[in-house]
């Protein structure tokens, strides 16, 4: 049976690495543990360069249990379709008639799910819209805009063309347009285009009243077989996700303006035990029963968020230990913690501590589903 909560959970998370705070641990805890005054931005190491300790023990743990207990996005996951040899249909021994075992366990949301039915890839999964680019000499930079509304809420996400961080630039083509918007609603560095936009940050969008990110209830990719289109897949359950809609410069009746054409949200989803296709999310498992791929080879894709969101008190142990030692052996370490008296030495400290956190992290190791 998988835990599903404890009472000594971490149940206060408020991330933000420039002041310090984690998802796994925060600088003041650090501090506690290594019995000096907490971190400032007048301290040698500042709160946020332990911050950036912290960045980097998070990924270290994740990398080493082969999980997280913080949501990361997983995209564009290949992986070869296995069947069941001889359990040809689905019937009462076996339900299903082949399998993926995902790269990542605790999947907390599959965001897109695609096989290929031998012509085309096929989205059997959450709710979608698609952004076409027609002709990008008619986009008109601080005009053309692309509207995704939320279901009832009244909060509207304005993805304007232009050349800031907060827009998606319209100016060398229909494809660089397209991985604009891709970074735009996803809200990432947009690495592809960089070169020629010259960009040196991440894109960022709020809604009308500033308060939500966009990435928060969407994500973006590029259809592989055009690539002047791009999907838009809501974050909502897909029932939810169908009643988003998309338009054209703020009019919701607008659906093809200035080079630019949009598609309204389908439900692509029919999940279920009895349905298409179930998962068991703690072990990452994808069963297909109705809709499945015509062929064996890397014709199932996947993208999804895992991490169960909840972190356990040991997790954040073990990361406040890892990140004390990262001070402890680090140049700057003697201004804040000294050696005296009967003290043990600060390379016994930092012994102990890391000694201590690896039995943590070889303990919460996932093991390997076997699936016959």
Same mark, same amino acid.
């Given at each position: 049976m998988?835990?599903y909560?404890?009472?000594?959970d971490?149940?206060v998370i408020?991330?933000?690495?420039s002041t310090?705070?984690?998802?796994?641990t925060t600088?003041s805890k650090?501090a506690?543990?290594?019995?000096?005054?907490?971190? $400032?931005?007048n301290?040698?190491?500042m709160?946020s360069?332990v911050?950036?300790f912290?960045?980097?023990?998070e990924d270290f743990?994740?990398s080493k249990?082969k999980?997280s207990?913080r949501?990361l996005l997983?995209q564009?996951?290949h992986?070869?379709f296995?069947?069941?040899?001889?359990?040809?249909?689905a019937?009462?021994?076996?339900?299903?008639? =082949?399998?993926v075992?995902?790269d990542?366990?605790?999947?907390?949301?599959?965001?897109?799910?695609?096989?290929?039915e031998?012509?085309?890839?096929t989205?059997?999964?959450?709710a979608?819209?698609?952004?076409?680019?027609?002709?990008?000499?008619?986009?008109v930079s601080?005009?053309?805009t692309i509207n995704?509304r939320l279901p009832?809420?009244?909060?509207?996400?304005n993805?304007?063309?232009? $050349?800031t961080?907060?827009?998606?630039?319209?100016?060398?083509?229909?494809k660089?347009?397209?991985r604009?918007?891709?970074?735009?609603i996803n809200?990432k560095?947009?690495s592809?285009?960089a070169?020629l936009?010259?960009?040196?940050?991440?894109?960022?969008?709020t809604?009308?009243?500033?308060a939500k990110?966009v990435s928060d209830f969407?994500?973006?990719?590029?259809?592989s077989?055009?690539?002047?289109k791009?999907?838009i897949s809501?974050?909502l359950?897909?029932?939810?996700?169908a009643?988003?809609?998309?338009?054209?410069?703020?009019n919701?009746?607008t659906t093809?303006?200035q080079?630019?054409?949009v598609?309204?949200?389908?439900?692509k989803?029919?999940?279920?035990?009895?349905?298409?296709w179930?998962?068991?999310g703690?072990?990452?498992?994808?069963f297909?029963?109705?809709k499945?791929?015509?062929?064996?080879?890397?014709?199932?894709?996947a993208?999804y968020f895992? =991490?169960?969101?909840?972190?356990?008190?040991?997790?954040?142990?073990a990361?406040?230990?890892?990140?004390?030692?990262?001070i402890?052996?680090s140049?700057?370490?003697?201004?804040?913690i000294?050696?005296?008296g009967?003290?043990?030495?600060?390379?016994?400290?930092?012994d102990?501590?890391r000694?201590e956190?690896?039995?943590?992290?070889?303990?919460?190791q996932?093991?390997?589903?076997?699936i016959?």
């Open positions: 998988a835990q909560k404890s009472p000594s971490t149940t408020n991330a933000n690495y310090g705070n984690g998802y796994y600088s650090v506690e543990l290594l019995q000096i005054p907490n971190f $400032t931005a301290t040698t190491p709160h360069e911050g950036e912290i960045k980097r023990i743990i994740d249990t999980t207990w949501r997983y564009d996951e992986h070869n296995t069947t069941g040899i001889g359990h040809y249909p019937g009462r021994w076996r339900d299903y008639l =082949g399998f075992q995902l990542r366990h605790s999947i907390s949301k599959m965001i897109r799910l695609d096989i290929w031998g012509t085309q890839w989205n059997i999964c959450g979608e819209a698609s952004v076409t680019m027609n002709d990008y000499t008619s986009m601080g005009t053309t995704l009832n809420s009244g909060l509207v996400f993805l304007l063309a232009g $050349t961080n907060s827009r998606f630039d319209t100016t060398y083509g229909n660089t347009a397209a604009e918007l891709v970074s735009l809200e560095y947009p592809q285009t070169a936009t010259g960009a040196t940050q991440a894109k960022g969008q809604d009308s009243t500033g990110q969407f994500y973006a990719c590029l259809d077989e055009n690539s002047n791009v999907l809501s974050l359950p897909s029932d939810d996700g009643n988003c809609t998309i338009y054209m410069n703020g919701a009746a093809s303006v080079g630019i054409e598609s309204a949200f389908t439900d989803e029919d999940s279920g035990r009895k349905e298409e179930w998962k068991i703690r072990e990452g498992r994808i297909f029963r109705d499945y791929p015509y062929i064996h080879l890397n014709s199932v894709r993208t895992a =991490g169960s969101g909840t972190v356990p008190a040991v997790i954040t142990d990361a406040t230990k890892l990140v004390a030692c990262e402890l052996r140049d700057d370490a003697t201004v804040l000294t050696e005296s009967n003290q043990i030495s600060v390379k016994e400290k930092y102990i501590l000694t956190a690896m039995e943590i992290i070889n303990g919460k996932e093991g390997v589903f076997l016959e």
